[in-house]
C-alpha cells in the first residue's frame, strides 16, 4: 500500500510486505531531505538522507526515491516488521545553505502482525 | 555520551514560571539545532548554532525564547513567564555540520498548567 501528502495519513501494511510512504515537498530549491522516524515518547531517529543531485539512494531495507521534477519525496520500506510502525517525517532544508529542515506533519504507518 | 541528551525528560511548569531546558549534542557536532513539537504536528525550528554562535533564531515565537550555547557544546533554551501555549515537546539535535545527518534527542515535554 502507499500513502500520499502530508496531512498525516495512516498507513496499515502486513508483516513481511513492502511500505511506501510519499511526501510532496513544498521548495524547489531544497537540496537536501531526510527521512525520519519516530516512535511514541522518543525524538526523530534519522534513517536515510539525499541530496537533490540523486535520484535514489539504498540504505538497509529502506529506499528513498526523489523527484525534483514534480517534488516528491518517497520511502520504501522492504520486508515491513512490527518494529517499523512509527510515525514518519519527510524534511527538507528549504534552501541551498538554509540552518534547519522543514518537516511535514507526517505518516503513521502500522504493521499488523 | 553517544547520543544527544535533553533534560529534563518531562517539566511542569505553573503559568508565569520560567523554565530552562538544556541540550547536551554529541561531541565535536559542530550544529546544534532546536525545535518544538506540538501533539500530532511535525518539529517547528526554533534556532540554530554553529558552535557558539546563534546564527538563526527567526523560529523564536516570542521574545520570552531565548537560548544559548556559550562554549559551543551544551546548550539551553529557556523560556519566561510560561503561558499554556508553550506546552509542547522541545527537541534538540546536533549534526557535524550544516546539511549533514542530524540526530535528535529524547526531547523535553513541557506542561504548562
Known amino acids: 500500500g502507499e500513502s500520499v501528502g502530508l496531512h498525516l495519513p495512516t498507513l496499515s501494511v502486513q508483516e513481511g510486505d513492502n511500505s511506501i510512504i510519499n511526501c510532496a515537498y513544498s521548495n524547489s530549491a531544497s537540496d537536501y531531505f531526510i527521512w525520519y522516524k519516530q516512535e511514541s515518547g522518543k525524538g526523530p531517529q534519522f534513517i536515510i538522507d539525499?541530496?537533490?543531485?540523486?535520484d535514489k539512494r539504498q540504505g538497509q531495507r529502506v529506499t528513498v526515491l526523489l523527484n525534483k521534477t514534480v517534488k516528491h519525496l518517497s520511502l520504501q520500506i522492504a520486508a515491513t516488521q512490527p518494529g517499523d510502525s512509527a510515525v514518519y517525517f519527510c524534511a527538507e532544508n528549504g534552501q541551498t545553505g538554509a540552518n534547519n529542515l522543514f518537516f511535514g506533519t507526517g505518516t503513521r504507518l502500522t504493521v499488523i502482525p | 555520551g553517544a547520543g544527544v541528551s535533553q533534560s529534563p525528560r518531562y517539566k511542569v511548569a505553573k503559568r508565569g514560571q520560567d523554565v530552562a531546558l538544556r541540550c547536551d549534542p554529541i561531541?565535536?557536532?559542530?550544529?546544534l539545532f532546536w525545535y518544538q513539537q506540538a501533539l500530532g504536528q511535525g518539529p517547528e525550528f526554533l534556532t540554530y548554532f554553529q558552535n557558539e554562535a546563534q546564527l538563526d533564531k527567526s523560529g523564536l515565537p516570542s521574545d520570552r525564547f531565548f537560548a544559548e550555547r556559550p562554549e559551543g557544546s551544551v546548550s539551553t533554551l529557556k523560556i519566561q513567564r510560561t503561558q499554556q501555549e508553550d506546552s509542547a515537546v522541545y527537541l534538540c539535535a546536533s549534526s557535524r555540520r550544516l546539511n549533514t545527518e542530524a540526530f535528535f534527542g529524547q526531547g523535553t515535554r513541557l506542561t504548562v498548567v
Open positions: 561531541s565535536g557536532h559542530v550544529s
Open positions: 539525499i541530496r537533490s543531485n540523486m
